[in-house]
């Protein structure tokens, strides 16, 4: 019996996605639940798997093609799928002696051209070329097309510090997105930064404190975010132009608070949403962060986890950022940014003493929020983080 392979919901608001890659070929064996391929959209990562057991038969689309959701992908003829056979092995007195083996496919030629890109691939299936006598040159030991056909005139691959100056890679589906909408963010908001800073002293006091008390209580490490999360919660409940949006010509005012975390992935930026951020406690934060930053790396967010988001706060100080201006993520009206902490001297009741101290910024949407609520915005941010007490009663 045959069954379809159909492309699935993708999500709210999402139609089309990239056929990224085809872990099994026409012929092959598959048994229910294998991954079959995988989809990419201008969000997440999806991965079709087998419904029933049986054989590959066809696939309709290729990799590096648009599909919509309900497309047919291929085709499988559900049966019994059949054990290998071993070969059995030759007798010892039989073996040649003087004849050497035939060269194999190194795991290192398959890795470069399982890593190469569609076009490539296709060649190489086209030509027949043996693997093992192509010498990638391009990134990571990738092979070129170019290094197919000098394989196929009996030529020897250039090495890789002479190999082409320039490379094209269609960009993803993700990527494509992250352009565009960080593009119409600053074609449409009226994008304003303001700048602060902040002695991280009170809070790795704090935390130094109860850290491991903390971490054996709930299971969890306690971070910086969670404190920089509450205290932006208490400056959005204040200042609720921040945490509101421009629809048309009216105001969406939100009297709630999804916070949204810029999470840097090998795929791209991602920004999953911590829904009604401001009923969670510490503990709920740093577990909610922690679980949605480790599907993020993994490309395993769903499309809820990454919609809905009504303030965004990005850490480029991860990365060793000092200052930077973040651009909005539409339609928000506001994004708060924190760089590295680096010690510095500092003026304290008239003497100049050492302090780990953070730049933050505010970037935000004119349009909707004036400059004195951004810099309010901003100095509640230092309050409650150089006080970390206040967060604790609400102050």
């Known amino acids: 019996m045959s069954n379809q392979i159909l492309v699935p919901s993708l999500g709210e608001s999402v139609a089309e996605a990239t ?3 085809w872990y099994k070929a026409a012929g092959d064996s598959v048994t229910k639940d294998e991954i079959l391929v995988e989809l990419e959209t201008d969000k997440v990562t999806l991965e079709v798997n087998a419904l029933v057991s049986g054989t590959l038969t066809e696939i309709k689309v290729g990799e590096g093609d648009n599909v919509g959701v309900g497309d047919l992908l291929g085709m499988i003829e559900e049966g019994e799928v059949a054990a290998p056979v071993k070969a059995p092995e030759a007798p010892k007195e039989a073996a040649p002696v003087a004849s050497a083996p035939a060269a194999q496919p190194t795991p290192a030629n398959i890795s470069g051209v399982e890593s190469s890109g569609p076009a490539t691939r296709k060649l190489v299936a086209e ?3 043996n693997a093992a006598n192509i010498s990638g040159s391009g990134k990571d030991g990738r092979v070129t097309k170019g290094d197919v056909l000098n394989a196929l005139q009996g030529g020897v691959s250039p090495a890789a510090d002479s190999g082409p100056r ?3 890679v269609k960009m993803t589906k993700l990527r494509q997105v992250i352009a565009k909408r960080l593009k119409d963010s600053q074609n449409t908001a009226a994008i304003l930064t303001t700048f602060n800073e902040i002695d991280m002293s009170g809070v790795m006091e704090l935390r130094a404190k109860y850290k ?9 490490k306690l971070g910086f975010m969670s404190f920089f999360t509450k205290a932006a919660i208490a400056a959005l ?3 609720p132009a921040v945490n509101a949006e421009i629809d048309g010509d009216e105001i969406v005012y939100k009297n ?3 916070i949204g975390m810029a999470v840097g992935t090998p795929q791209g930026l991602v920004v999953p949403v911590l829904k009604d951020a401001d009923r969670m406690s510490f503990a709920d934060i740093e577990k909610t962060i922690a679980a949605l930053g480790a599907k993020g790396r993994d490309g395993k967010l769903s499309m809820e986890e990454l919609q809905g988001g009504t303030f965004t706060i990005s850490n480029g100080g991860v990365y060793g950022s000092l200052l930077s201006t ?7 009206s506001g994004i708060l940014g924190l760089h590295k902490i680096e010690d510095r001297p500092m003026v304290v009741n008239g003497e ?3 302090r780990p101290m953070m730049y933050v910024a505010l970037s935000y949407d004119h349009r909707i929020i004036d400059g004195r609520e951004a810099v309010t915005f901003l100095v509640r941010i230092k309050e409650n983080i150089e006080d970390p007490s206040r967060l604790l009663f609400d102050l």
Request: glycine share 6%.
């Open 352 to 354: 100049v003493k050492v």
């Open 127 to 129: 030509t027949g070329v």
């Open 212 to 220: 491991d008390q903390f971490e054996k209580s709930h299971g969890v």
């Open 326 to 332: 973040p651009i909005i993520n539409p339609p928000q």
């Open 19 to 21: 056929v990224a890659k």
């Open 256 to 258: 709630y608070c999804n």
């Open 237 to 239: 409940k204040e200042l």
């Open 166 to 168: 320039e490379e094209r």
